[in-house]
Structure formats: structure tokens, C-alpha cells
């Protein structure tokens, strides 16, 4: 399975101590199988740091070596169990590691479920109602290889910079911002979030080699405007 993760440097070796704890899964290196998630995540984090953001393409070997070797826990969808672990890998009163996975694989607790999440944690909505509201939210998927271990299954196919997109993104949320009076943050998150984006990521639909408004126009299309 192809895989890629956003950053704002070119990955050029692994280094779990280099990662932050107190994620969805814990501390480890974490990819998508989405790649204009990765697309994003990477010109978000370059921006906060002044570069243009980098994909790191990879493949994911999840066969019967790898698994025999790791220990992986898998989530097919937000649920209890899901939002348990989450919970306590998220907790910074943890010092230690709150499971002994290598491989860990599921949903993400993204902008939008963190916030539903923050509700949750003061009361002011149950787990059942948290769990009815993710039923709706948009598919999303994360990796976290969390030991030493796990990285045999990772192999490196190609670190490409995204200012391809960037350079194609900037003019439609330009447009987006004149043509239906919107500020630069909410312009940007319609287009990320939008079918029309995840199409101009895929490398498949050639849509990136188009003029922007092409992808402006699929995007009109989407949302009806």
C-alpha cells in the first residue's frame, strides 16, 4: 500500500526519538494512504515554518513477515474502543507508553473530531453522542509506526515537494475569497476539504498539469456554487 506523510522538511531518515508524544496513537511517525491529507498536513506545517512543505511517498508491507514480527492493532472506524485509546494516548499526565503496539492503524482525530472531542471531555455531550456524530464524519486514515521494529515494513519510494499544488491552490483560494466574500482561512479549508482537491493530488487524473481553473470549476461544480 502506497502511504505518504507531510512535513515541513524533506524526511530524509526516520528518527522515532525526533517525534512527539501525546498523539492519537502515541509517539511514532505517522503516514496516510490519503495523499492530499498528506498534501495538506505538509503545507500547513510548512507555512508555520516558513518552506514550502514535503510528501514523502512510501510503501506500507503489511504481509505475513511483518506481521509476524509486530504487534499491530487495527481500528476500522471511530468507535469506543477507538476513542478509549485515543483518550489515553492523548493524556499528558502519562509518562510511560499507554500500549505495547509496533503498528498501529485507524482513524483521525483531525480539527473537526477534536473539536466534538473537547465537548465530550467537559461534559458537555455523551460518548453516545460523540460516537453519532463520527458515524457522519468524512473517512479519514493514520498510521503510527511506534518502534524500531515497525520500520521494516516502511520503504522509501520518493520525497516530492508539494508547491505544485501550492502554486495551483493559491490562485482558487484567491478566487474563492473575491468571488463569495470569504476570508483566507475558511477559502482554504472548503478547497482541502473538497472532492475537486483530493482529485488534483491524485498524480492518476493528470488534473495538476491543467490550468487552475479547471479545478476551480470541478470544485464550483461540487458545492453548487
Known sequence: ???YHGSYVKVDKIDLMKCKPNKDFGKGFYVTKFR???????????????TKGFVSELEFFENDFIKSICKIKRFDAYNEEWLDFVIKNRDK????PVHDYDIVIGPVANDKVQNTLRLF????ISKEKFL????????????????LNSLQALDRIDDTPTYDLVMISEPIIERLIVDF?????????????????????DTDTKLYEKDWTETY?????????
Open 1 to 3: 500500500m502506497k502511504v
Open 36 to 50: 492530499h491529507h498528506a498534501e495538506s498536513w505538509a503545507k500547513v506545517m510548512g507555512e508555520k515554518s516558513g
Open 93 to 96: 499526565n502519562q509518562e510511560t
Open 121 to 124: 471531555l467537559k461534559g458537555k
Open 132 to 147: 453519532t456524530m463520527l458515524a457522519h464524519h468524512e473517512e479519514t486514515h493514520q498510521i503510527c509506526f511506534c518502534t
Open 181 to 201: 466574500n470569504l476570508d483566507e482561512e475558511k477559502a482554504t479549508v472548503l478547497l482541502f476539504d473538497s472532492n475537486a482537491y483530493g482529485k488534483l493530488s
Open 217 to 225: 470549476k470541478l470544485l464550483l461544480d461540487e458545492l453548487k456554487l
